[in-house]
């Protein structure tokens, strides 16, 4: 809809870039005031955060080219155009938890606790990036009259960036309703895996930027049912953890 905000001499401010930037300033900075309440230094949170993201939008990258590596394959140069969309979050879960497991693990950290910290932030970061998908027309629905004009794609396509941020933003508020409450150590986070999960597993059926793979399901669909019996093995230990 809008893929640049504007131009200042030869720069030029991409919406989609502006937005990732806004996610990780807004949550970081939520999530490092949440760290005095949990006797956590806000330091500490601020670097794992910032390993976090950096090596999640490298593998977000890396996955959204595999998955599309025949376009890729003959416009190699497109790899690096982060302005113009092509993230995966499953991509980004993968490399930037074994990054942020690995600054847990030197820093000495309790990985529950911090994992528990961040996940409501990442969900509202996450909420705010989408809003960066729907300016720049990413990950994009299916035609619909009931739809948004997206002028890249001269169509009217179902706003599944709008729905996402809102099921996101949804997300965010009952995690740290729970995050606030009595809780086992690792609950939220797990939480997080299985409502996202659901929340991305239902939206696919909207979107029309990924080809069925398996029982007319897409790939995010499968990975998505994977992540949420995940979840659910990890919150039923979680819940039977004296």
Not at 35 to 51: G, K, M, P, V
Not at 85 to 98: D, H, K
Not at 178 to 206: C, M, N, V
């Amino acid at each position: 809809m809008y893929p640049e905000i504007c131009r200042i001499g030869p720069f030029t401010v991409y919406s989609y870039g502006l937005m990732l930037v806004l996610a990780f300033l807004v949550s970081s900075k939520l999530a490092g005031i949440k760290a005095r309440s949990e006797h956590l230094s806000q330091d500490t949170i601020l670097n794992f955060a910032f390993i976090v993201f950096l090596c999640g939008i490298i593998g977000s990258r890396l996955f959204y080219v595999i998955e599309n590596a025949k376009f890729y394959i003959k416009n190699p140069v497109d790899i690096i155009k982060l302005q113009e969309g092509g993230l995966s979050w499953f991509g980004g879960l993968a490399l930037g938890g074994i990054a942020g497991f690995a600054y847990l693990k030197k820093k000495k950290l309790p990985i529950y606790k911090v994992l528990d910290l961040i996940a409501p932030f990442a969900a509202l970061g996450q909420a705010i990036g989408r809003i960066g998908c729907l300016l720049n027309g990413c990950c994009f629905g299916k035609a619909s009259e009931f739809g948004i004009y997206f002028p890249v794609h001269g169509l009217v396509l179902i706003p599944t960036q709008l729905y996402s941020s809102l099921a996101l933003i949804f997300i965010f508020i009952v995690l740290r309703f729970l995050q606030d409450r009595p809780h086992r150590q690792g609950g939220i986070f797990y939480a997080y895996l299985l409502l996202y999960s659901l929340k991305r597993f239902f939206i696919e059926f909207w979107r029309a930027d990924a080809a069925e793979i398996f029982l007319g399901l897409t790939l995010f669909q499968v990975i998505s049912i994977l992540v949420f019996f995940f979840a659910c093995i990890g919150l039923y230990k979680c819940k039977n953890t004296s």
